[in-house]
């Protein structure tokens, strides 16, 4: 069974398209979040949820737009992609929001946009 | 606001040999310290994390890292390397009160050789 799974795993598209990526966790997590690692491999916290609710937004552009039906399951959209987006996205999960611990990750989704 | 620096991107050793993988992290308050690792076309997994107490800290796969609070250091070690430890090596911070996110150094890339 996989603790965090997010598809696609991969995901090519092209400039000015509309894409959802989306993350379920089974670890009973009440948080979780999306990261971005670029081609050098820098990983960046974009989103963070807890219980359904918005925590973190860092500065990414209003085309990505987060959606946290329930709390297992984190969904991304992103609007008008841009050459710029092309990365691998990080889906994880974590046991409490005030106290860092262990995070789960998924295996990533792979986007490139042409 | 805190932030890690990695001061190799990329370590090559050979199989039985010993490897330190530095971090530095800098912040104005006390902090959390995590290693994690990135196998190839994988998600991040964490090897070992500093709360408190013992500065020395064991994690998975006979990796250790001490914790420096004067030399503001966290660094990774291994005193004999395994091929299938090949793999990307991310220090991570966090601080230690309020709701805070993890802040990822650049990567460390561990390349073992026969």
């Known amino acids: 069974d996989t603790a965090v799974s997010q598809t696609p795993k991969y995901l090519v598209t092209q400039m000015g398209n509309d894409k959802s990526i989306k993350c379920e966790q089974n670890l009973g997590h009440d948080t979780m979040y999306w990261y971005k690692q670029d081609s050098k491999k820098f990983l960046k916290i974009m989103f963070s949820y807890n219980n359904k609710e918005l925590i973190i937004n860092e500065t990414v552009p209003n085309r990505f737009s987060p959606k946290s039906p329930d709390k297992a399951h984190l969904n991304l959209h992103i609007n008008s992609l841009e050459l710029g987006d092309s990365a691998v996205y990080f889906c994880?999960?974590?046991?409490?929001?005030?106290?860092?611990?262990?995070?789960?990750f998924g295996e990533g989704s792979r986007l490139t946009v042409l | 606001a805190q932030s890690v620096t990695q001061l190799d991107s990329q370590v090559p050793v050979f199989e039985e040999a010993p490897v330190e993988l530095r971090c530095n992290y800098s912040s104005s308050v006390s902090v959390y310290l995590f290693w994690y690792v990135q196998y190839p076309n994988q998600g991040l997994q964490l090897l070992l994390k500093y709360l408190s107490g013992s500065t020395l800290v064991k994690g998975i796969n006979g990796f250790e890292a001490e914790f420096n609070k004067s030399q503001t250091s966290f660094h990774l070690r291994k005193p004999s390397v395994h091929i299938s430890d090949t793999a990307e090596y991310f220090c991570a911070v966090s601080l230690n009160s309020g709701y805070s996110t993890l802040t990822f150094g650049k990567g460390t890339m561990l390349l073992v050789s026969p």
């Open positions: 994880a999960s974590s046991r409490a929001d005030y106290l860092p611990g262990e995070l789960f």
